[in-house]
């Protein structure tokens, strides 16, 4: 983290907490990597500490999981007008070393448009 307190996700120094913290770690973001417009990097920070995270919860809206209906496509315009993130899940699908658990998609949400899903995931 920085003085400030606040978790700098593209930000390699930030992840120095986990090294800090007792195995097994669990990480969980909600409605956090959205704001990312690419996840990348929060992928590549986190390997470097994989021996001691048990598992990953994102509680995130994913924008791959929008269908083509009416309702899905306003879903993705929305995801881009507002420039919040399209790749979290090609990006933990494209790592060899990552295990998809569960994913579940659009469960909840207040706003219609950026619901949240769920993914759970860990390091092989």
């Not at 995801?79 to 659009?106: F, H, M, P, V």
Request: one cysteine or more; a negative charge.
């Amino acid at each position: 983290m920085d003085k400030s307190g606040i978790f700098q996700f593209l930000e390699p120094a930030t992840y120095e907490l986990i090294a800090q913290a007792e195995p097994p770690v669990v990480i969980f973001t909600a409605h956090a990597i959205e704001q990312l417009p690419h996840s990348s990097l929060v992928f590549d920070n986190l390997l470097q500490y994989r021996d001691k995270i048990q598992a990953v919860f994102h509680f995130e809206p994913v924008y791959e999981l929008h269908r083509e209906s009416l309702l899905g496509l306003m879903r993705r315009r929305y995801t881009e007008i507002n420039n919040y993130n399209k790749d979290l899940l090609s990006e933990l699908q494209s790592r060899a070393y990552i295990c998809i658990i569960e994913l579940q998609g659009d469960m909840f949400g207040l706003n219609p448009l950026n619901p949240t899903s769920i993914i759970h995931w860990m390091f092989e």
